[in-house]
Structures are given as structure tokens and as C-alpha cells.
């Protein structure tokens, strides 16, 4: 049952990077569209790449098949390396902010953090999924700073209390696995092993456009070097 509710966060480049600028992430990295998800399109991205989100839709498709998913996995387990670092969501409308936490918090090996988004990471650093979304709930700063961000947007934000039907998973590499970082689902999922985060990313991406080919509310953006 979700404590609270904020504003949903538009996916716009512009939005997330003023917003984590604030946080205390680096300049030096940015979020960033990525048009297309073919391999010519693809090229296009900055790299070195760290993380993909997509926005999709939540569909009967989908939530069928999370839930077959996650009962697979609870039957037959999976590997997920301890490098990962996995968010519950637990606040409505506040997927946005777990995906640009889920980005961030399995590369701060290389993206340089600091102020209070290094604060949260170092407070939750050994707590549990649960737990660190106990903190989420309990930090002002981080709400206010949600709330600026998403009526920030080029478009008009809906309201706290409208239930919005679109989604944010993350997707980073850890130790030479794919994982989709999914506050909504009970763990991360390791979809193999990763080569070209990029790429791989795109390919299990095509699998969500496929599953409902009469939805068109997908955006992908990329984390990558901004030097």
C-alpha cells in the first residue's frame, strides 16, 4: 500500500538532469533521449552509456506477465550480484525518482556524487529494498525536491491524486549482467549476461513495444558522459 503520493516526474532529459543536479550528481554525466532503438540510432548516444529508463505503459499484458515473472523467479531463483542496489517504490506516482535512483545508485563507482543524494545513498547503503523505502517516505528534501522537479516540466504535471498509468524501470550492467531495476517488482531481474548495456538494453526493451503493439506511450532515455 503506497504511504503518499507525489506528482508524477515528466520524462524529459532536461527535467532529470536539473533535478539530480540539484541532488549533487556530476555535470559530467547527463540524461539524454534515445531516438530510436535501432543499432544506426543507437549510435548516436553518448557513451560511455551506464544506464537506460524507459517510460512504458501499464498494461493487462504486462502486469500478467510480471507476475508470472516474479513467480518463475521465486521458484527457481536467479543471481543478482550484491553491486546492484535495488529500491522498493512504496510512494505513488514516485516511479521517476526511483529510476533516477536505481541509475545512479549501481555507479557511484563512476559517476561522482555529492550533497544530499550521497547522504541518501550513504543512509541506505545496508538496508534492505523495504527499508530503503521506509527512507524514501520519511525524506522531506527528496519529496520537495520531486515536487519542483516535476512542475518544472514543459508539460502541465497531473495532479498528486490522479492515478497514472505509465511506469519508469531502469536497466544498469553489474558485474556482467543485464538487470531491470523495477521499484513495482519485488527484486531486481538479471536478464543475462551484458555486453553493450546499450544494446541489450534495447533488446529486452522491443520485448515491452511487442507485447502491446497498440501502445505507442514508450520513451527511452539514456545515462551517459556529458564531457
Known amino acids: 500500500m503506497s504511504k503518499s503520493k507525489w506528482l508524477p516526474l515528466e520524462s524529459n532529459p532536461q527535467v532529470m538532469n536539473d533535478y539530480v543536479y540539484k541532488l549533487g550528481v556530476s555535470k559530467d554525466w547527463a540524461y539524454t533521449d534515445v531516438l530510436g532503438l535501432d543499432d544506426e540510432l543507437l549510435l548516436m548516444v553518448p557513451q560511455p552509456v551506464k544506464a537506460v529508463i524507459l517510460l512504458f505503459p501499464i498494461t493487462e499484458n504486462y502486469e500478467k506477465d510480471r507476475k508470472e ?3 518463475k523467479i521465486q ?5 543478482v550480484s550484491s553491486n546492484v542496489v535495488f529500491f522498493r517504490q512504496t510512494i505513488s506516482n514516485a516511479c521517476s525518482t526511483i529510476g533516477l535512483l536505481h541509475t545512479l545508485a549501481s555507479n557511484t563507482d563512476v559517476i561522482k556524487i555529492d550533497g544530499p543524494l550521497k547522504s541518501l545513498l550513504d543512509k541506505t547503503k545496508n538496508l534492505t529494498p523495504e527499508e530503503r523505502a521506509k527512507v524514501l517516505e520519511e525524506d522531506e528534501g527528496l519529496a520537495e525536491a520531486h515536487q519542483a522537479s516535476a512542475s518544472s516540466g514543459q508539460t502541465k504535471a497531473p495532479r498528486a491524486d490522479e492515478d497514472v498509468n505509465s511506469h519508469f524501470a531502469a536497466f544498469v550492467e553489474k558485474d556482467g549482467s543485464l538487470y531491470e531495476l523495477d521499484g513495482r517488482k ?15 538494453s534495447a ?3 522491443k ?3 511487442n507485447r502491446d503493439p497498440d ?7 539514456a545515462l551517459s558522459s556529458n564531457q
Not at 521458484?75 to 543471481?79: A, F, K, S
Not at 531486481?188 to 546499450?198: A, Q
Not at 501502445?215 to 532515455?221: A, G, L, P, S
Open 207 to 209: 520485448k515491452f513495444m
Open 215 to 221: 501502445k505507442i506511450e514508450f520513451t527511452v532515455i
Open 75 to 79: 521458484e527457481n531463483g536467479q543471481e
Open 203 to 205: 533488446k529486452i526493451i
Open 186 to 200: 519485488p527484486f531486481p531481474i538479471n536478464h543475462g549476461k551484458c555486453t553493450d548495456l546499450l544494446k541489450d
Open 69 to 71: 515473472e516474479a513467480k
